[in-house]
């Protein structure tokens, strides 16, 4: 049985954008790091059910890279994203459009099964860094 882990922010931003940068290669390899060191040189996305994803991470002075990669379970547009990493693990990313003082903002949920390999509590930071980062990318383009 697999510890699940949960993460969420308030971007803000319509739905319909958050939604394209969170699914476009182009816009994914601008926000898709857990820190200023990494980048996300490489990103190819099918964002269809049974489509798959690769987004290749590497560190930006060359000393590590991996490929982030999976396997679309369900995708409802503007609502939902499921998805089976390669090594098994479940990830669903929720999109909700909400209000905030008048203005629209979309609340984005994260649950991911944890991997056995790194303490939780760094595992949950690596993700709620990138999710940071989609953020803050997304709001600087409002």
Known sequence: MRITLNIDTVINAPIDQ?????TS???????NNASDDWHCPLA?????????????????DGSNSF????IYDEVIIYKSIRYTLNDGRKVHIKFDATMTDGKDTTTITEEFEAENINPLEMQEQGW???LDNFKKHVESLQ
């Not at 958050?18 to 969170?22: D, F, G, P, Y």
């Not at 190819?44 to 930006?60: H, R, V, W």
């Not at 490929?67 to 999976?70: I, S, T």
């Open 25 to 31: 290669p182009s816009s994914i390899t601008q926000w």
């Open 67 to 70: 490929n982030f990669q999976g």
């Open 128 to 130: 709620k860094m990138i």
């Open 44 to 60: 190819e996305n099918n964002l269809e059910e049974g489509g798959s994803f690769t987004y290749t991470m590497s560190a930006k």
């Open 18 to 22: 958050v939604w394209h940068h969170w």
